[in-house]
């Protein structure tokens, strides 16, 4: 078993590995736990895979998350692993210390966390909690380090995401309500701006996918 195995069969299935850690006592893992795995989608192919789902195509509420079930709990399977998500709680499995964790995601200048690959546009589907402890690659440097410009710190038109101040969820979704927040309804004004987001290859259908699903729709 290697971790080069599993983001091989990750990437079969519209998934990607976006870092793993060995876990200690302290990082509330399943028990016997040797690997975590974050799991997240793999751009643009994750877009067509999941459009082309019954899920998807069900019209059925949360049709990502019953897709991300599905899918990750048979990726999980062959390597004997549990698959954990971020939306099942209360108690919630704590995914952004164990993404900071694996050295592969870093909190950005506006709080949001940032991967060297995904940019701004980092997400997750799922946890594979795995018995076996695998071989890590070295962790890489956060992009952010050699960022001179950080659009991300002044893209938020209302200011809703900035430098140094929490994140003001009322302000965002004012803005996105309004006839003003067409732009930010088709994706993170934010996120978008981060030069790694945009080599990352994310499609603008599934960002306005996102933000409905923010908002409620």
């Not at 998934?15 to 040797?34: K, M």
């Not at 991300?68 to 998500?85: C, D, I, M, Q, W």
Request: with cysteine.
């Amino acid at each position: 078993m290697s971790l080069g195995a599993l983001a091989a069969d990750a990437n079969r299935v519209g998934l990607s590995v976006r870092g793993a850690f060995h876990p200690n006592a302290e990082d509330a893992a399943p028990n016997g736990t040797q690997t975590l795995v974050m799991i997240g989608p793999d751009e643009p192919q994750f877009w067509n895979v999941f459009t082309a789902s019954p899920e998807y195509q069900d019209r059925k509420a949360h049709p990502l998350d019953r897709w991300s079930k599905r899918v990750t709990h048979a990726l999980a399977a062959p390597f004997g692993a549990v698959a954990l998500f971020p939306y099942d709680g209360p108690p919630y499995a704590p995914f952004l210390r164990w993404a900071e964790r694996t050295g592969h995601n870093w909190s950005s200048p506006v709080g949001l966390l940032v991967h060297a690959k995904a940019g701004l546009f980092i997400s997750f589907r799922a946890v594979l909690a795995l018995p076996d402890r695998l071989d890590l690659p070295t962790a890489p440097q956060s992009p952010c380090t050699t960022c001179a410009t950080q659009p991300c710190a002044n893209a938020c038109p209302v200011g809703a995401l900035a430098s140094n101040t929490p994140y003001d969820v009322p302000a965002c979704v004012a803005h996105m309500r309004s006839p003003e927040g067409a732009a930010c309804r088709q994706g993170c004004l934010v996120r978008r701006s981060c030069p790694v987001s945009q080599t990352f290859g994310r499609l603008e259908a599934q960002s306005a996918f996102h933000m409905r699903a923010f908002l409620g729709e």
